[in-house]
């Protein structure tokens, strides 16, 4: 597969790269990430109301701007590059598309609206950690005029501080990839309570979320009530792909600082960037690096494909594989890159002033984030040989 950059992408790299060096850097993110809520809200306005950014990829007749996945994978690499503090990843990557799969027209209309304008927005389904459909433990009882809903959720991205929840609850009693249906619920609902998470990553925000009688109206389904996994499997894998993307960002970001280190650091008598060694490593970071952004540019790809309601319905079966694919290869080139940033860097390297040790942090909690790199090449391997998980 042959990809490059039309000229509307490369200005959207090349003015996401400029925005982001004078608004994240080092000190900025290190302010940010001490916030209560984990991130600057004058800059999120900034995002929202000058570059529409959550507005990206939601369709013009929602507000939005139209364009598709592959343009905001630009944008998350750019914001992993520069560690960005902002509920951009759970908007666009969690909420945005099981809003776009949904077959609700009146919760489209709401809340994309809503978000294309600056709302901040999450997903929330797992009671148990892991990513299959056994994970969604919330239950959605039936009342006379809706459902009502209960139970918790772990680890939801940035879930203290969005607008709004979609959440997953299962039906009373169902098992596995049934019964499960998703809700759009505003976060000041009466019953909801959210508390943050201490997080190895401190750029990232994590929150687990109690419901306690919820009461959502049939109004706030984003599917048929019971038919919703379908939907939050391939919303799921989006996501993990569009990490990808983030990922990779924060290893060009790593490699980067290594580079620009080792060339000023002397050892008898010349820099050590010089040292044979020295070279090798870096060379198979730089592969490493590379073979990770060729599985994610693909993988953004097929999720655009999946995204396009005009788009072949059967690229839903090649999702899982580019996702998987995608992040195998870009949380190990992350995670290689970052340790081997804090190595080269050597006695400075892992002290709280200079900035490996917070891209080491991002890349170990993002390998675990929407599953490890164990998890997709089992998920890979069973996909490959026609067998089911």
């Known amino acids: 597969m042959e990809f490059a950059f039309n000229e509307e992408q490369l200005m959207i790299q090349d003015s996401a790269a400029r925005f982001l060096a004078q608004v994240s850097d080092s000190q900025a993110v290190r302010t940010a990430m001490a916030r209560p809520e984990g991130y600057d809200p004058a800059l999120w306005q900034r995002i929202g109301e000058e570059l529409y950014w959550p507005a990206l990829m939601i369709p013009e007749r929602f507000g939005g701007l139209g364009l598709g996945f592959v343009e905001l994978a630009i944008l998350l690499e750019q914001s992993g590059r520069h560690l960005l503090c902002a509920p951009l990843f759970a908007t666009t990557c969690l909420a945005t598309p099981a809003l776009l799969l949904a077959s609700n027209p009146a919760v489209q209309d709401q809340w994309l609206d809503a978000i294309a304008s600056g709302a901040t927005a999450t997903l929330a389904f797992a009671g148990t950690p892991g990513l299959e459909a056994d994970n969604v433990q919330a239950v959605a009882e039936p009342t006379g005029n809706g459902y009502r809903l209960n139970g918790q959720y772990l680890q939801v991205i940035d879930g203290a501080q969005a607008q709004l929840l979609i959440v997953a609850a299962r039906s009373p009693g169902s098992q596995g990839d049934t019964g499960i249906s998703l809700f759009a619920v505003p976060a000041d609902s009466p019953g909801i309570t959210r508390h943050t ?37 391939d919303v799921l894998l989006i996501a993990a792909i569009g990490l990808a993307a983030e990922q990779t960002g924060g290893a060009q970001q790593t490699l980067d600082l290594t580079l620009a280190y080792i060339g000023e650091r002397h050892q008898f008598g010349r820099a050590i960037a010089s040292f044979q060694a020295i070279k090798h490593r870096c060379a198979d970071l730089m592969q490493q690096l590379e073979c990770a952004r060729s599985a994610a540019w693909y993988a953004a790809c097929v999720a655009q494909e999946r995204l396009d309601p005009t788009g072949d319905v059967g690229v839903a079966s090649e999702l899982l594989e580019a996702a998987a694919t995608a992040q195998i290869h870009a949380s190990e080139a992350f995670f290689t890159c970052a340790a081997e940033s804090i190595q080269l860097h050597g006695g400075v390297g892992f002290t709280w002033e200079y900035d490996p040790h917070l891209y080491f942090k991002r890349a170990r909690a993002s390998e675990q984030l929407l599953g490890s790199p164990a998890l997709h090449r089992e998920r890979l391997a069973a996909q490959l040989l026609g067998e089911t998980l």
């Open 197 to 233: 998470l201490p997080t190895l990553d401190q750029t990232r925000r994590l929150a687990r979320i109690e419901l306690n009688d919820v009461i959502a109206g049939s109004a706030q389904l984003l599917t048929d009530a019971g038919q919703a996994w379908p939907l939050l499997r």
